[in-house]
Nanobody, 116 residues
Framework: VQLQASGGGLVQAGGSLRLSCAAS????????MGWFRQALGKEREFVAT???????TYADSVKGRFTISRDNAKNTLYLQMTCMKPEDTAVYYC???????????WGQGTLVTVSS
């Protein structure tokens, strides 16, 4: 499967942005999908996941502000980000859990910058 993330950009603190992750080569409806991010000089960190049935989990730092969703008909994953903070600045990656419990297919990343 190939994952293509898009929707990143520059937003002011308190603003909103929606990321998309279009999948090709395989239907993603049966897989757990996730969003991760990596800030400059830091390790990549978990943001949110969504299971094949729609159940979701979130990092404490984004809970209540970000919403992960999927449109299986469009084979696309989304991340709606609201009330954004400068510390949300990072490259955001989408990923798929194709085999086992690890995320083993990754998109190329999209840069999100939140200005204060």
């Amino acid at each position: 499967v190939q994952l293509q993330a898009s929707g990143g950009g520059l937003v002011q603190a308190g603003g909103s942005l929606r990321l998309s992750c279009a999948a090709s080569g395989r239907r993603i409806s049966g897989y757990t999908m996730g969003w991760f991010r990596q800030a400059l000089g830091k390790e990549r960190e978990f943001v949110a996941t969504i299971g094949w049935s729609g159940g979701s989990t979130y990092a404490d730092s984004v809970k209540g502000r970000f919403t992960i969703s999927r449109d299986n008909a469009k084979n696309t994953l989304y991340l709606q980000m609201t009330c954004m903070k400068p510390e949300d600045t990072a490259v955001y990656y989408c990923a798929a859990q194709l085999i086992g419990s690890s995320f083993n297919a990754w998109g190329q990343g999209t840069l999100v910058t939140v200005s204060s």
